[in-house]
């Protein structure tokens, strides 16, 4: 099997499973405030209402395509394609497992590993604002306006404390940007240089004052609650999708999923080791290779899974911050929390070594 | 796909997109193509094989500065209806700078002599790592100018802002 073949069937299954986790996200994340809030939830399409995210795309589909007469036709078409893009490029510079073997020949989980992984990453983060501005200015509504400029300026916002967080990181494996040498990186060496289980080395261990603000900014680039002051419904009846309807709707609710899911993969990889997990040495010593790789698979799922419910989560329990309170907590606190972690971390490496 | 082949659609698409910043009749449209410039000099630099360079241009360019650009064209709501129109000495005032401006450039391009196309040879200084290391030795000093330099602009935009509060 030649690398490209390989590559394209990782790409096109890559592309389904987002689909995937992303319709089911949206079954689990009712089920999730039914639970929350002590009511049953979707449950009458199929068993324990499995059927539901099928149900709810049929309908998506089947609903009236309505263009308002004085948009901007060209990019209001234009808005929720760019936000799907944006939201799927991300995927291709994360390490989904180990690497498998056939007949000798390795084949890495993984679509591509450039040595700007982690900047990449970021790029294409900031790239998801375009869709909603786009979207937001075309429909030519105040109230999506409003929605798509709140939008932007939070991204930008807490995409420098995101990124300020991510350096602390990067001092930890050497500078590399890779993603991968990142998660290889926490599978080897004991914790704090003397537990000794192997794949435990986790950066969120050394971080976690990183590993919260990362966490923090994650969901405000999300847009979930409490950051969701974009689509705020009550004040802003839906934001920069007011205007939307059918799947071209469809495509922004689905894109904040695949949001979710990206950054729980970002965060499984840069924080809690990726598909690394306990005992994945002595595991390789009892079990063919190509076992172990689609185990540690798994266990980089069952890790973005854990994710994607925190961030349901918090949805449920924490209320909207108002917009002063947000631009305050992004500018004034996790700023220079931000910087100040960098600095305590390049002290610590030049005083102790790694 | 040759190399060669990938240069040529991407300076036709950078060329093209420059263009359309000009010519589009809607300033969002000629925000939306500079973007798509921005792209196509991105990959420019991939080809080139630098490739911090080009992230940096993205993050920075695409994703920084034209998201403030489209954001104040938004704001500002400009269309055909509403733009004054603008007295002759502005025409000419244009008129001449651009006449000066394509005096300079024959000027300039008459006593260029065109050298042999050399094909750049595999180079690693794009990297992430070559470029801090040169940055941070042996160009220091003009690295923290720099930052300084911003740092005034920033104390500056805050000096203006604030004082429309009084």
Known sequence: MSIILFKAILVVLLFLISLGIAAYSTYAE????????DRIGPDRAGPFGLLQPIADGVKMFLKEEIIPTMSDKFLFILGPSVFMVTTLMVSAVIPWGMPLEFGGETYALQVADINIGI?????????????????GWASNNKYALLGAIRASSQMISYELAMGMSVVAILLMTNGSLSINNIVEAQGTGKLYGFIN????????????VAFLIFLICAFAEANRTPFDLPESESELIGGFHTEYSSMKLGLYLFGEYINMFISSAIIACLFFGGYNFPGIDYLGTILPHNMVSIISVLVMFGKIFFFIFLFMWVRWTIPRF????????????????AIVNVLLTAAAITLFGN | MSSQLIFFILAALSIMSALFVVFSKNPIYSVIWLIVCFFSIAGHYIMLNAQFLA????????????????????????????????????????????????LVLLASMRSTQ??????????????????????????????EMTSVLFIAAMIGAVV???????
């Open chain 1, 322 to 337: 108002r917009y002063d309170q947000l631009m305050r907590l992004g500018w004034q606190i996790l700023m220079p929390i």
């Open chain 2, 160 to 166: 203006l802002a604030k004082k429309e509060v009084h």
């Open chain 1, 30 to 37: 009712r089920k999730v405030a039914a639970f929350l809030q």
């Open chain 1, 119 to 135: 900047l990449y990453v970021l790029g294409v983060v900031s790239l998801g604002v375009y869709g909603i501005m786009i979207g």
């Open chain 2, 114 to 143: 065109l050298g042999e196309y050399a094909s750049p040879a595999y180079t690693e200084s794009g990297f992430v790592q070559n470029v801090g290391m040169v940055l941070f030795t042996e160009f220091l000093l003009p690295f």
């Open chain 1, 197 to 208: 289980v192997s794949g435990m080395n986790w950066n969120v261990f050394y971080q976690p």
């Open chain 2, 55 to 102: 992230i940096v241009h993205i993050i920075v360019y695409a994703g920084a500065i034209m998201v403030l650009m489209l954001f104040t064209v938004m704001l500002l709501n400009l269309n055909k209806a509403t733009e004054p129109h603008k007295p002759l000495l502005y025409k000419l005032a244009a008129m001449v700078s651009g006449g000066l401006m394509l």
